[in-house]
């Protein structure tokens, strides 16, 4: 085709395009890039003069600063405010299958001791993904000048360099292994555990064997490492001359530990493709779509039963109780966050053999600021117990986007619901509260035909279904939502109780991503406004894999794409520009079957001709439905 007619069939499209509706933009915290280094090798110095470095993807944590949501935050730990201010910057890059992380930190005073909090340097924490654990375990690594070595009989000594402790750094000397799967190094201006002159600060440069870790970073399509990191920070104890000038705290990217899961954790992204030179990292999007209502389809009535027509075409997960490859159907680090646990119930030790596991369909939607979701639980032994290692019901935990704990991280609301005498509802936690006291929420339940509730386990029952909806304002968001990001998480409890030997009960959990309220891994969702479940009646056939076009088109400022999906699927977006080299690349996660849209915020400060390719996968299997390719013009 000839310039002046494509510019002039571009021109028409965007045209077309000025009654497209607005678009909520959604924006994710907690994810980040480690660029590939090409190959080129970096020395293990702590001293960060390589140019690739230059070239790092960054995170500033300062103190009392609040950092990434929805899980970070800071706290003190002793003297006074501090007048020293923690300002730390990390950096990750990939070299091979290595990960290497460099953090640069402001300090004026620099030093440890054998004391737990009064020392400077840096916890952190990888998830293992070697040992198969779901959720998968964290494991430590302290790189500081905390000194705890019994032959280490002079701790304070000036000049003292960092210690290693943690998952490969036990209290003896380490083997090639432990060394090969992690080592760090430090350099630093000033003297360490000496405060007669003031220090300018610290650099530390570590270096991790992703394959041992269980992550494989070279793979063409990448890996996503579970991090999280705290800067330690304890001025003016060396010596302690003048009490009210000392202060210790600690400022934590999205967790706060390095040997358990709170709170949320950092996705950092690698790929070989994503490199010191391969211009701007990719868009991450989000874990879920969570589509709109609208207003064509009635809102449900919530009373338990869930034939509304709201929920015939709703998306939906499922929740099973020691099902691995259920897991590893979830999107992003949902197979990793995600995972189950069996109570120890009258004594058995939690050992009692799983006669009836947890199972349950969870669909969800939202209209103007409420967010609804419905239960299909199916149960062959129904009871009503008020242990809650032994509950039938649920947990829906919700990050609050205004409040937050003494930690400073947003403080997440439990929205649990368990069957109650008969077959009613009961309340838990935080929803008992929402429901009757604020009037923001709801719940239901009832009982499927044949289902009685009893902790004999003499007949076999069918389930229940439960609604639940809240009113999001209540948890801090603004009238229009906001970003219309949503952080959460769904537990699924599951008691059984049998007769006459009640060593025979049993009680599981089973989650999809966060287990609990306070726990590491929230699904973070985008409530799509410009996303609609569908009626499912009078909509005819499915629509084809189409693609409608960029509107508007040229572009100036950002643009968006339409297409159309005959099923639930997993869509990725990728932009080249005409030498086939990407200029950006965005998941956007799991999408409802129907018309849907891509908004491509700008990309390049380059006019000229673009491509852009849609790839659609099976959003259960991972099979790939097709591709959808189309141009746009940027005029700047």
């Known amino acids: 085709m000839k310039r002046g007619v494509l510019l002039a069939v571009l021109v028409a499209g965007a045209v077309l395009a000025m009654a497209s509706p607005s678009r909520a933009q959604f924006t994710r915290y907690d994810t980040y890039?480690?660029?590939?280094?090409?190959?080129?090798?970096?020395?293990?110095?702590?001293?960060?003069?390589?140019?690739?470095?230059?070239?790092?993807?960054?995170?500033?944590?300062?103190?009392p600063v609040l950092g990434p949501i929805p899980g970070s935050g800071y706290k003190d730990e002793g003297g006074f405010p501090a007048t020293d201010r923690a300002y730390a910057v990390f950096r990750f890059l990939t070299v091979n299958d290595q990960l290497w992380m460099g953090c640069t930190v402001r300090d004026s005073s620099i030093g440890g001791s054998a004391d737990f909090n009064r020392f400077d340097g840096?916890?952190?924490?990888?998830?293992?993904?070697?040992?198969?654990?779901?959720?998968?375990?964290?494991?430590?690594?302290?790189?500081?000048?905390?000194?705890?070595?019994?032959?280490d009989t002079n701790p304070t000594a000036v000049d003292h360099d960092i210690t290693l402790h943690g998952f490969w750094r036990p209290d003896s000397i380490p083997t090639p292994a432990q060394i090969q799967a992690f080592d760090a190094r430090a350099t630093w201006v000033g003297h360490t555990n000496s405060d007669t002159t003031a220090d300018v600060g610290y650099t530390m440069e570590m270096r991790c064997d992703m394959p041992t870790d269980g992550y494989d970073i070279t793979r063409p399509e990448g890996d996503v490492i579970e991090w999280n990191g705290t800067v330690y920070d304890c001025d003016w104890y060396w010596p302690l001359a003048n009490f009210f000038r000392f202060s210790s705290n600690r400022t934590w990217v999205e967790g706060p530990w390095g040997n358990a899961y709170w709170y949320s954790d950092v996705k950092i992204h690698c790929r070989p493709d994503v490199t010191v030179s391969s211009g701007p990292v990719p868009v991450n999007g989000p874990d879920l779509t969570v589509p709109n209502l609208g207003n064509v389809i009635p809102e449900p009535t919530i009373d338990g039963d869930i034939t509304d027509a709201a929920w015939a075409n709703a998306p939906s997960f499922d929740i099973r109780y020691d099902d691995t490859a259920l897991l590893d159907t979830y999107p992003g680090t949902g197979p990793w966050r995600s995972g189950q646990f069996q109570a120890s119930v009258n004594t058995n030790g939690g050992t009692a053999f799983i006669v009836d596991p947890g199972d349950a369909t969870v669909k969800y939607f939202f209209k103007g600021t409420k967010l609804y979701m419905a239960f299909d639980v199916r149960d062959q032994v129904v009871q009503d117990v008020a242990n809650e290692d032994?509950?039938?019901?649920?947990?829906?935990s919700i990050n609050d986007r205004v409040l937050r704990y003494a930690d400073n991280n947003l403080k997440s609301w439990?929205?649990?619901?368990?069957?109650?005498?008969?077959?009613?509802?009961?309340?838990?936690?935080?929803?008992?509260?929402?429901?009757?006291?604020?009037?923001?929420?709801?719940?239901?339940?009832?009982?499927?035909?044949?289902?009685?509730?009893?902790?004999?386990?003499?007949?076999?029952?069918?389930?229940?279904?439960?609604e639940f909806s809240i009113d999001l304002t209540a948890l801090g968001y603004p009238?229009?939502?906001?970003?219309?990001?949503?952080?959460?998480?769904?537990?699924?409890?599951?008691?059984?109780?049998?007769?006459?030997?009640?060593?025979?009960?049993?009680?599981?959990?089973?989650?999809?991503?966060?287990?609990?309220?306070y726990l590491d891994g929230p699904c973070v969702a985008f409530m799509d406004p410009n996303t609609f479940v569908t009626t499912g009646v009078g909509d005819g056939p499915a629509p084809p894999l189409t693609l409608a076009g960029a509107f508007p088109n040229p572009v100036r400022h950002g643009t968006t794409i339409r297409y159309s999906l005959p099923a639930s699927s997993r869509v990725d977006l990728a932009v080249y520009d005409l030498?086939?080299?990407?200029?950006m690349s965005r998941t956007l996660g799991v999408q409802a079957a129907g018309s849907r849209e891509a908004a491509v915020p700008s990309?390049?400060?380059?006019?000229?001709?673009?491509?852009?390719?849609?790839?659609?996968?099976?959003?259960?299997?991972?099979?790939?439905?097709?591709?959808?390719?189309?141009?746009?013009?940027?005029?700047?």
């Open 479 to 517: 009238a229009d939502l906001g970003d219309h990001a949503l952080y959460f998480g769904v537990t699924l409890y599951d008691g059984d109780s049998f007769g006459p030997s009640f060593t025979d009960s049993y009680g599981t959990r089973t989650w999809f991503f966060r287990e609990r309220e």
């Open 33 to 63: 890039w480690a660029r590939s280094t090409n190959g080129a090798p970096l020395t293990l110095d702590g001293k960060l003069d390589e140019p690739q470095w230059a070239m790092a993807e960054s995170i500033i944590v300062q103190y």
């Open 414 to 466: 439990a929205c649990k619901f368990r069957v109650g005498p008969g077959g009613t509802i009961k309340t838990e936690g935080d929803l008992t509260n929402l429901r009757d006291t604020l009037h923001v929420a709801q719940a239901a339940l009832l009982l499927k035909p044949n289902t009685t509730v009893d902790t004999l386990g003499t007949d076999t029952d069918e389930g229940y279904t439960a």
């Open 603 to 636: 990309f390049t400060s380059r006019s000229g001709l673009y491509l852009y390719q849609l790839t659609v996968r099976d959003a259960v299997t991972g099979a790939k439905r097709g591709t959808l390719s189309g141009k746009m013009m940027v005029m700047h």
């Open 122 to 151: 840096l916890l952190m924490s990888i998830k293992n993904h070697a040992d198969g654990s779901h959720p998968a375990t964290p494991m430590e690594h302290f790189i500081s000048w905390w000194v705890t070595a019994l032959s």
């Open 390 to 396: 032994r509950w039938d019901g649920f947990n829906v």
């Open 579 to 583: 030498q086939g080299r990407v200029v």
